[in-house]
């Protein structure tokens, strides 16, 4: 991480440094005031004594926030400041102090300062640029204290960093290897439906028109959802989301399919068949439109 960059991120210029400075000799003078008030508020914390164990240790953290608060207003802040940011993340995360604490304490800081600025600036435009300044100098002091505890979650492994990184990868590109031969698949799948639809065109000239015309169809249906299927599939290996909207309208294809050749028969049996499968195709097209619905918003 780049302190310039994290300033960039938050608009934080030369301006709101000047700004922050002019305010360090308020801040100086409240600075015992502050952290009288500061450990008024971490000592309603739960477990307060877990982490302020005794006399000495209250004491070398009363410097400790003193110091940095202080330092808040110096405008100096460069890579040294943002090392300096580091080491006090690292110390919470070392101690195992809940990050929930430190969302806490810097929430009561930009209280405390905003206070003290109301006071003590007579100047409306002044008073409200301080109070942003504080306000991203405190972000950017939150950022990065918080940033600890993620960096800190990042280095738990089962097995090792190394170890670890290379089966992600080779899962990643073994996952990448399967997708390719579900391509192949679908290719081959599709070259096999044209040769059916071919078949079916010819069988409809040499038999029964009317079951011809709805082999054929049913043959249409299925080179569709193959055609969505291999769409789908290399819209997956480009980086997108994957469909399961598609995957419903295969079955709902399947389903449309058995109605028509169900249709070429008259037995009671099939005309059950029938019934349940209009059924089936209800239900699925209420999956497809919820799923569209869905995916849309």
């Given amino acids: 991480m780049l302190i310039k960059r994290v300033k960039e991120n938050y608009n934080f210029s030369s301006w709101d440094e000047k700004l922050l400075a002019n305010l360090a000799p308020t801040m100086e003078e409240a ?12 000592m309603q914390f739960k477990n307060a004594s877990k982490y302020l164990k005794d006399e000495e240790v209250i004491e070398r953290h009363k410097g400790a926030v003193r110091a940095w608060f202080l330092k808040i ?6 890579d040294d400041y943002l090392h300096y940011l580091e080491g006090i993340g690292y110390t919470h995360v070392k101690t195992k102090l809940p990050s929930h604490y430190v969302n806490v304490c810097i929430s009561f800081v930009r209280k405390y300062c905003n206070d003290l600025i109301l006071k003590t600036s007579s100047a409306c435009e002044e008073r409200t640029d301080s109070i942003l300044a504080v306000g991203k100098v405190l972000d950017i002091n939150l950022d990065i204290l918080t940033s600890s505890y993620i960096e800190e979650e990042k280095n738990i492994f089962f097995i090792s960093k190394k170890a670890e990184g290379k089966l992600i990868t080779f899962a990643e590109r073994f996952s990448y290897g399967l997708n390719l031969v579900l391509m192949v698949g679908l290719v081959l799948l599709g070259l096999m439906v044209l040769g059916l639809f071919a078949y079916d065109i010819s069988q409809m000239f040499q038999g029964d028109m009317e079951k011809g015309l709805l082999a054929t169809l049913g043959a249409l249906l299925m080179l569709w959802v193959v055609i969505e299927l291999v769409d789908t599939e290399v819209e997956h290996l480009r980086g997108a989301k994957f469909s399961v909207k598609v995957f419903v309208s295969v079955a709902m294809v399947a ?7 169900t249709t070429l028969k008259s037995e009671p049996a099939a005309i059950q068949a029938q019934y349940s499968l209009i059924v089936a195709l209800a239900v699925l097209g209420l999956v497809y439109w919820i799923i569209h619905k869905t995916e849309k918003m």
């Fill in 73 to 78: 207003f110096q405008g100096q802040y460069d």
């Fill in 255 to 261: 389903v449309i399919r058995k109605v028509l050749v």
């Fill in 31 to 42: 600075a015992d005031d502050f952290v009288d008030a500061f450990y008024k508020k971490i």
